[in-house]
Each structure stands twice: as C-alpha cells, then as structure tokens.
C-alpha cells in the first residue's frame, strides 16, 4: 500500500497534476532566487543562530557545574598545585571531571596519571614521542579523534589541555575494559597493548613491570584518594557543626 501511495506521489509530480503538483512558473526575487526559498534560507539561517546561541549557554552551565563538582572533589587543589596559568587550571579541573564522568573513571585517577607521566607539564615530550599532560603518543590520539568521530590534525594539538585530557581519558577507560582492572591498563598504558599482552602473559616479566609504573601510579592514586576522604569528612563534620549551632 505504502508502495502504491509514493509511486502515484512520485507520478503526480512528474505530470504537474493532483495535490503534489509544483506551479509552472515560480516567483523570484531580485537576485534571481524563489522567494519563498530565500524566505526559508533566512529563517534556517535564525534558528541556526539562536542554536549556537543556546549550545554556548549550555556549555557555560555545563563548566560551572564540572568546576562545583571538581571543587568538591578537590580536584581544583590539586591543579593549583601544578602552578599552571589560572585559565588554564580551570580548563583542566573541568576536563578531568567531565572526561572522567564521560568514560567512568575516577578522576584522582587522572590525576595520578598526570603526576606520573609528566607532572601537570603539558608539553612535556618523553623520549619515544608521547605527547601533554597524559603522554599520548600523536598515532594513538590520531585513532582515538577519529574513533570519536573527529579529526586530531598536528601532533602538537596534544599540548592543548583539553584535547590531552579529552583523549588520554579515553584512552585510559578503553585499556581498563580491554584488560580488566586498573593495574593491567596501566601496563598497556605505559607500555602498549600488544607489549603489555606479552609482558601480562609470563609471571616473572609481570612480576617484574607490575612493580614498577602500574604501582607508582595506584600509589598516588590511593594517597589521593585518603586525601580526599580525609576533606570530605572534615566538610561534612563542619557542616554538622555548624548545622547545630
């Protein structure tokens, strides 16, 4: 039935007849377009406008609200710390907590990861070629844009904080789902995947890398997080304090 209806649809329009037929001779303006089309370019145009206007807004909110959350979390303190420009430190407390959120990974875990790799140096370079505040190597980001569904262009766009951030998070979730916990990810974190299998698949090797950067990182990772504890519960006795009087 639904054929019939589109191919007497598409007949209609062919033969200038029934209640799908196009008038012969359009009214056009000036510069020689259908009015009624520039009428709609314009209005598309508006909405287009007012879209952006509100993305920008939503955007600002969206900040605000990752900066509320990296406050409390005390994931502004420990970007200060870094002595990063003030700007910048703000861009970054909000990119941790919103990748972090986004792939769901702790964020002190990011921080850990930042201090280990190159401590809160966002052009720092290691000697194979990883890149910015998560080291990412520039074939890896490339993979990760293009698998998020954008374009990385020059290697030296993983010194900008957010874009590091953006995709060394991701690619941090993505080693902790391939390989099953936080200690074997960062094995192929530090070492590569196809590396970490081969070192993971014999004891002694295992053993021997576990104890090295996997550990150093899950040690400032649980120092972190004692921190955090600590301060969230002297908050909440403050509160109750000040509750009561």
Known sequence: MRGWTMALAAAAMMTGTGAFAFPQHLPADSQG???EVAMLRAQLQQREAELRSALAKLQVYEDEAHYAEAERLGVVELVRASGLPERQQRRLSVSIVREAQRNNVDPLLVVAVIRCESSFNNYAVSHVGAMGLMQVMPDTGTWLADRAGWRLGRSSNLFDVETNIELGTAYLADLIE???SVEKALVAYNAGPGLAK???AKKES??????????KVVKEFRKL???QERELTLRDQQKTVGGQG
């Open 33 to 35: 377009e259908v009015s």
């Open 178 to 180: 391939r390989f099953g």
């Open 198 to 200: 081969r070192i993971l």
């Open 206 to 215: 295992r053993t021997k890398f576990m104890s090295g950067y996997p550990a």
């Open 225 to 227: 997080k004692a921190q």
